[in-house]
């Protein structure tokens, strides 16, 4: 197993250009979460889809879109980028016990630089 | 409010040394509490989950404890080495809503 794969590592925007953030999981986990993590912070969740179809806010979602067309896939949206928007970004699942904070398997992060 | 202090907010020991990292909650009702290794670069990974009857749990090197009275837990690392270099997150989650509450971490550097 892959397990959480986050595509690309990096990425320098300018401000107003968009970009999505893609995320697999191959553990067939029908929990999936998007975290942003700035420094010296904790981790704050963005969004987070309990099942292919069904997504639902989190603690920060200003800014970002997501969609759940499958139970492997879970991508980000940024729309207009801003510099508040530059932060690293994880993708983490989590499996099928019915309840969202069963263990969180993370990718590796998506490093983003928005000038 | 729920929220999850850790301390200290860095820490450096020599390699061999053992050290003791605190996670301070306030997340109610308490579900279950994890703690996290992050590397440098890295997503966390899990090092242990208690739930409210456990209180204490082991992963080789690593203990953890949970005090569900006094809201606290600790993550002892024995004998440490280099390789435990890298940020130790604590995570407590809320048993009614499943909120999810992540502390900002500890740094650990262990010096050879």
């Known amino acids: 197993n892959a397990g959480v794969t986050q595509t690309p590592k990096f990425r320098i925007l300018k401000i107003g250009q968009s970009m999505t953030l893609q995320c697999a999981q191959d553990m067939n986990h029908n929990y999936m979460y998007w975290y942003r993590q700035d420094p010296g912070m904790g981790l704050k969740l963005i969004y987070y889809?309990?099942?292919?179809?069904?997504?639902d806010k989190g603690e920060v979602p200003n800014g970002y879109n997501v969609s759940r067309s499958t139970t492997e896939d879970f991508p980000l949206r940024l729309e207009l980028a801003a510099p508040s928007q530059t932060s690293v970004y994880f993708c983490?699942?989590?499996?099928?016990?019915?309840?969202?904070?069963?263990?969180?398997?993370f990718g590796p992060g998506t490093r983003l630089t928005v000038t | 409010k729920n929220q999850v202090e850790q301390s200290p907010q860095s820490l450096i020991i020599l390699e061999g040394k053992n050290c003791t990292l605190q996670c301070n909650y306030t997340v109610s009702p308490f579900s279950n509490l994890r703690w996290y290794k992050q590397d440098t670069g890295r997503g966390p990974v899990s090092l242990t989950i208690?739930?409210?009857?456990?209180n204490t749990k082991s992963n080789g090197r690593y203990t953890a404890t949970l005090d569900a009275d006094t809201k606290q837990s600790s993550l002892h690392i024995t004998a440490s080495q280099l390789s435990d270099s890298a940020s130790y997150i604590c995570v407590v989650s809320a048993g009614r809503d499943d909120k999810i509450i992540f502390g900002k971490g500890t740094r650990l550097h262990i010096l050879p």
């Open positions: 983490a699942s989590s499996g099928t016990s019915g309840r969202m904070s069963y263990e969180q398997y």
């Open positions: 889809s309990v099942g292919a179809g069904i997504t």
């Open positions: 208690m739930t409210f009857s456990e």
